[in-house]
């Protein structure tokens, strides 16, 4: 190449620059004109992309399906403006639940799920009913034992009982071997003495000789003993009859082929049972408590024998002698929960485990409540076994309060049961509960005799008697009827008593106040105390059971607590008197004004004490009396307490100066004795006292005890004679003054007599006189 032909193509390249710069950008000359460049000719959108040219540029626009892509510089140029949209992700349900989503460039397709079949006309997935089907194309996908159910998007069989698919529920169905299952699980399906035998659907049990499962070939098989049922002999016609009839068929029980099933009839049985129960039940039938028991059990023991024989789960037989209600519970496992069963006249509250028990569980468990409607007069009697323990030994008299009523379980071991049955009767008639009226429950022993031992009543209302006990047998509701004589006679002999006290204190009053020859201080100590247990014992027989109204209960009960807390200040007198007299030999008498403000100041002051500090004690819904629930008692016994103490102080020492006095060198004997008269009847009228009030403390509590009762009323009646006859009969001159009292009422008959001693009044008088000199110790 030589040097001009480099210059051309020089020149030409010149050329075309300069022709180039010419046109503005997005421009090409073109034959020497500037038009508008075709930049999508070169692609500058990438793929995907559709590239428009505009004037002077180019725009890209993504199709549908494509979005524009983030980065547009410098992975545009190699992948383009516009990247594809994955609409699977972007929109999870785009297809719905029934189609899968498969991502393509630019779009997405839905494809069915397996078990759903495009439809050509709405486009969508639908079911497909897999039973439907192969029952066209007469498959048999789920086998002869299993049922085909369709389910959206699938299908699964459904095996009958006795069969299965293995958990694969897509499988057929096919027989299940129970007898190795349950042997691979070690469980004991028939029993120990019962061979399991696979059939196609289920098995049975072959039960050996002596034993079954009382015509159910599913359970295990249980000792069946037929012996039990060999009728005694020397039993009545009709109870015999029963026991046959339950030989017999325990007989064929136990010979059973198991393969035909429902030949056992327990419903059958039942009706046999209770017809023949209720011939037992006619008049004239029973004779004694033997009968009656021999009766009870062989029922019982019938009952469980036919009970598991039963099918239905619960069973209610009505006739007009009984009325029974059975439930009945046939699972592999020990049943659980509670049991409510119910007759006309009782309910049982029990749960299925007391009803099973604790032994071999059979397979199955029972429970039955039996009520027999006039049992009742066979039983109204045998009440000795109930004697009450109770201290207060009023022996009641007994009757019966409802129907007899049987329970009886599966449950072998009814002896003691690990938790109570409630046994809730309905009264015979209604009647509330009193102190003369107890509900008891009792069970009739196997020595035919009520019993109540393992039993008690838990609530009675009018109506109904709940009653919880730990064994089973046959109960009844028993009403205890405590004797009304004894409650009349305690408030008669109460009566009695205090009219006694009363007529004695008034005597001794009279006595006391009028009598001129026995004047004194100690005298006057005498009538007060006799005015204050006189008010006492006449306010206590009016007024301490008229417990209504309460404001007049209370007044009663402060009264009481104020003359009998007088009768121990006034003895308190007493024995400060004896001690002045003996002790410190004082030849004085005490100003009255003085001991009227003792003797009724001081319980004055503490009845207004206590009335102010717990008014509310005044009274209690059984006594007007001071209550013991609130302490007021002690507002009582604490003053009497004290009393007791020092009196007892100051007639230890009267005594000791007296033993002293008599041993000395010339005693005055006349004096000494009657101050120990006086000494004595004070030691006795305490103790009397204090002894009362003992008894007293356990007299007004809960329980009203008899005993307690009477010697308090006892110990209150002698109150007043014992005053009498120390103070007045045992005196010579009160005596004296009766005497001359009676004469002068008297003056027909001693009308010779008065005459006579008329004759010689001097005499009558220095008499007088002398024996008011005697007594003038006593006006010390
Ligand atoms: C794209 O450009 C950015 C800067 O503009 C650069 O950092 C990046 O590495 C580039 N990516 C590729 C793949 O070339
Ligand atoms: C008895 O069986 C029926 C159904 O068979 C059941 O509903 C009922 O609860 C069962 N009763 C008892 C007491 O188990
Ligand atoms: C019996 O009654 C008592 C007291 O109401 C209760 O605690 C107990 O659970 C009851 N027993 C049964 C078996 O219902
Ligand atoms: C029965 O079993 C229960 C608990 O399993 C136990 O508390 C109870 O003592 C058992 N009773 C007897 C009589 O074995
Ligand atoms: C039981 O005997 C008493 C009297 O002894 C009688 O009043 C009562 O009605 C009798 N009850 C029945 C159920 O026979
Ligand atoms: C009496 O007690 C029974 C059993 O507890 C109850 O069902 C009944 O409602 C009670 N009656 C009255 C009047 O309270």
């Given at each position: 190449?030589?040097p001009?032909?480099?210059?051309?193509?020089?020149g030409?390249m010149?050329?075309l620059?300069?022709?180039?710069?010419?046109?503005p950008?997005?421009q090409?000359?073109?034959?020497?004109?500037?038009?508008d460049?075709?930049?999508c000719?070169?692609?500058?959108?990438?793929?995907?992309?559709?590239?428009?040219n505009?004037?002077?540029?180019?725009?890209?626009?993504c199709?549908?399906?494509?979005?524009?892509?983030?980065?547009?510089?410098?992975?545009?140029?190699?992948?383009?403006q516009?990247?594809?949209?994955n609409?699977?992700?972007?929109?999870?349900?785009?297809?719905?639940?029934?189609a899968?989503?498969?991502?393509r460039?630019?779009?997405?397709?839905?494809?069915?799920?397996?078990?759903?079949?495009?439809?050509?006309?709405?486009?969508?997935?639908?079911?497909?009913?897999?039973?439907e089907?192969?029952?066209?194309?007469q498959?048999?996908?789920?086998g002869m034992k299993?049922?085909?159910?369709?389910?959206?998007?699938?299908y699964?069989?459904?095996?009958?009982?006795?069969y299965t698919?293995?958990?694969?529920?897509?499988?057929?169905?096919s027989?299940?071997?129970?007898?190795?299952?349950a042997?691979?699980?070690?469980e004991?399906?028939?029993?120990?003495k019962?061979?399991?035998?696979n059939?196609?659907?289920?098995?049975w049990?072959?039960?050996?000789?002596?034993?079954?499962?009382?015509?159910?070939?599913?359970?295990?098989?249980?000792?069946?003993?037929?012996?039990?049922?060999?009728v005694?002999?020397q039993t009545?016609?009709?109870?015999?009859?029963?026991?046959?009839?339950?030989r017999n068929?325990?007989?064929?029980?136990?010979?059973?082929?198991?393969?035909?099933?429902?030949?056992?009839?327990?419903e059958?049985?039942?009706?046999?049972?209770?017809?023949?129960?209720?011939?037992?039940?006619?008049?004239?039938?029973?004779?004694?408590?033997?009968d009656?028991?021999?009766?009870?059990s062989?029922v019982?023991?019938?009952?469980?024998?036919?009970?598991?024989?039963?099918?239905?789960?619960?069973?209610?037989?009505?006739?007009?002698?009984?009325?029974?209600d059975i439930?009945?519970?046939?699972t592999?496992?020990?049943?659980?929960?509670?049991?409510?069963?119910?007759?006309?006249?009782?309910?049982?509250?029990?749960?299925?485990?007391t009803?099973?028990?604790?032994?071999t569980?059979?397979?199955?468990?029972?429970?039955?409540?039996?009520s027999?409607?006039?049992?009742?007069?066979?039983?109204?009697?045998?009440?000795e076994?109930?004697?009450t323990?109770e201290?207060?030994?009023?022996?009641?008299?007994?009757?019966?309060?409802?129907?007899?009523?049987?329970?009886?379980?599966?449950?072998?071991?009814?002896q003691?049961l690990?938790?109570?049955?409630?046994?809730?009767?309905?009264?015979?008639?209604d009647?509330?509960?009193?102190?003369?009226?107890?509900?008891?429950?009792?069970?009739w022993?196997?020595?035919?005799?009520?019993?109540?031992?393992?039993?008690h009543?838990?609530?009675?209302?009018?109506?109904h008697?709940?009653?919880?006990?730990?064994?089973?047998?046959s109960?009844?509701?028993?009403?205890?009827?405590y004797?009304?004589?004894?409650?009349?006679?305690?408030?008669?002999?109460?009566?009695?008593?205090?009219?006694?006290s009363?007529?004695?204190?008034?005597?001794?009053?009279?006595t006391?106040?009028?009598?001129?020859?026995?004047?004194?201080?100690?005298?006057?100590?005498?009538?007060?105390?006799c005015?204050?247990?006189?008010?006492?014992?006449?306010v206590f027989?009016?007024?301490i059971?008229?417990?209504?109204?309460?404001?007049?209960?209370?007044?009663?009960?402060?009264l009481?607590?104020?003359?009998?807390?007088?009768?121990?200040?006034?003895m308190?007198?007493e024995g400060?008197?004896?001690?002045?007299?003996?002790?410190?030999?004082f030849?004085?008498?005490i100003?009255?004004?003085?001991l009227f403000?003792?003797g009724?100041?001081?319980?004055?002051v503490?009845?207004?004490?206590?009335?102010?500090?717990?008014?509310?004690?005044?009274?209690?819904?059984?006594?007007?009396?001071?209550?013991?629930?609130?302490?007021l008692?002690w507002?009582?016994?604490g003053?009497?307490?004290?009393?007791?103490?020092v009196?007892?102080?100051f007639?230890i020492i009267?005594?000791?100066?007296?033993?002293?006095k008599?041993?000395?060198?010339?005693?005055?004997?006349?004096?000494l004795h009657?101050?120990?008269?006086?000494?004595?009847t004070?030691?006795?009228?305490?103790?009397?006292?204090?002894?009362?009030?003992?008894?007293?403390?356990?007299?007004?509590?809960?329980?009203?005890?008899f005993?307690v009762?009477?010697?308090?009323?006892?110990?209150n009646?002698?109150?007043?004679?014992l005053?009498?006859?120390?103070?007045c009969?045992?005196?010579?001159?009160?005596?004296?003054?009766?005497?001359?009292?009676?004469?002068?009422i008297?003056?027909?008959q001693?009308?010779?007599?008065?005459?006579?001693?008329s004759t010689?009044?001097?005499?009558?008088?220095?008499?007088?006189?002398?024996?008011?000199?005697?007594?003038?110790?006593?006006?010390?």
């Amino acid at each position: 190449m030589g040097p001009g032909k480099g210059l051309l193509i020089l020149g030409l390249m010149c050329v075309l620059t300069k022709s180039d710069t010419r046109c503005p950008k997005g421009q090409v000359s073109k034959r020497g004109d500037c038009v508008d460049e075709d930049e999508c000719e070169y692609n500058p959108c990438g793929k995907h992309a559709e590239c428009v040219n505009t004037a002077g540029s180019y725009e890209c626009h993504c199709p549908s399906g494509f979005k524009k892509s983030e980065t547009t510089d410098n992975v545009t140029t190699v992948n383009g403006q516009c990247e594809d949209i994955n609409e699977c992700l972007e929109d999870r349900g785009i297809c719905g639940h029934t189609a899968v989503c498969a991502n393509r460039i630019g779009s997405y397709k839905c494809t069915c799920r397996s078990g759903y079949n495009d439809n050509k006309e709405s486009g969508q997935c639908v079911d497909v009913d897999e039973c439907e089907e192969a029952e066209i194309a007469q498959e048999d996908i789920c086998g002869m034992k299993g049922t085909c159910k369709n389910v959206e998007g699938s299908y699964w069989c459904k095996c009958q009982q006795g069969y299965t698919n293995y958990g694969n529920r897509k499988t057929p169905c096919s027989d299940v071997d129970e007898c190795e299952e349950a042997e691979i699980a070690q469980e004991d399906i028939c029993g120990m003495k019962g061979t399991c035998k696979n059939v196609e659907g289920g098995y049975w049990c072959k039960c050996q000789q002596g034993y079954t499962n009382y015509g159910n070939r599913k359970t295990p098989c249980s000792e069946l003993d037929c012996d039990k049922f060999i009728v005694p002999e020397q039993t009545l016609e009709g109870l015999a009859a029963i026991w046959s009839m339950m030989r017999n068929s325990c007989l064929s029980l136990s010979s059973i082929n198991p393969a035909d099933e429902g030949k056992a009839n327990g419903e059958v049985l039942l009706e046999k049972l209770f017809t023949a129960t209720e011939v037992m039940l006619s008049p004239g039938q029973l004779d004694n408590t033997e009968d009656v028991s021999e009766l009870l059990s062989t029922v019982e023991d019938s009952i469980r024998f036919v009970g598991p024989q039963l099918k239905d789960n619960s069973t209610r037989i009505e006739t007009s002698q009984t009325d029974i209600d059975i439930a009945l519970q046939r699972t592999k496992t020990r049943p659980t929960g509670p049991i409510h069963l119910t007759s006309e006249n009782a309910r049982l509250d029990t749960d299925w485990e007391t009803a099973s028990g604790n032994g071999t569980y059979p397979g199955f468990a029972m429970a039955a409540l039996l009520s027999y409607k006039n049992l009742g007069e066979y039983v109204n009697e045998s009440f000795e076994e109930l004697k009450t323990h109770e201290e207060d030994a009023v022996d009641p008299t007994f009757q019966i309060s409802s129907k007899v009523v049987s329970v009886v379980v599966s449950n072998p071991l009814t002896q003691k049961l690990s938790r109570d049955v409630n046994i809730t009767f309905r009264h015979l008639q209604d009647m509330e509960e009193s102190p003369e009226r107890k509900y008891i429950c009792a069970y009739w022993n196997e020595r035919g005799a009520w019993s109540k031992d393992g039993c008690h009543q838990q609530r009675s209302n009018a109506t109904h008697t709940v009653c919880q006990c730990k064994h089973l047998s046959s109960f009844a509701v028993l009403m205890a009827l405590y004797p009304m004589e004894h409650t009349f006679g305690l408030v008669l002999a109460t009566k009695i008593g205090l009219t006694i006290s009363l007529l004695c204190l008034i005597l001794c009053i009279l006595t006391f106040k009028f009598c001129h020859s026995i004047k004194g201080t100690r005298t006057t100590i005498h009538l007060h105390l006799c005015l204050c247990l006189f008010m006492a014992d006449l306010v206590f027989l009016a007024g301490i059971s008229q417990t209504k109204p309460v404001g007049g209960c209370r007044f009663v009960a402060a009264l009481l607590h104020y003359f009998f807390l007088g009768v121990f200040t006034w003895m308190l007198l007493e024995g400060v008197q004896l001690y002045r007299m003996v002790v410190l030999v004082f030849n004085a008498t005490i100003r009255p004004l003085y001991l009227f403000i003792a003797g009724y100041g001081m319980p004055l002051v503490i009845v207004i004490l206590s009335a102010i500090i717990r008014p509310e004690g005044y009274g209690t819904d059984q006594y007007c009396w001071l209550s013991w629930q609130n302490g007021l008692i002690w507002s009582f016994y604490g003053p009497v307490c004290f009393i007791i103490v020092v009196n007892v102080f100051f007639f230890i020492i009267t005594v000791w100066k007296l033993a002293q006095k008599f041993t000395s060198l010339n005693p005055d004997l006349s004096k000494l004795h009657k101050i120990k008269a006086f000494t004595v009847t004070a030691i006795a009228q305490m103790c009397i006292l204090g002894l009362m009030w003992v008894f007293g403390a356990f007299l007004f509590q809960k329980e009203t005890n008899f005993t307690v009762a009477y010697i308090f009323t006892i110990l209150n009646s002698l109150q007043g004679a014992l005053v009498f006859i120390m103070h007045c009969l045992l005196s010579k001159q009160v005596r004296e003054e009766y005497f001359h009292f009676l004469s002068c009422i008297c003056p027909p008959q001693k009308k010779r007599y008065s005459d006579l001693s008329s004759t010689n009044p001097s005499s009558s008088q220095s008499q007088g006189s002398r024996s008011g000199q005697n007594t003038g110790e006593s006006q010390i």
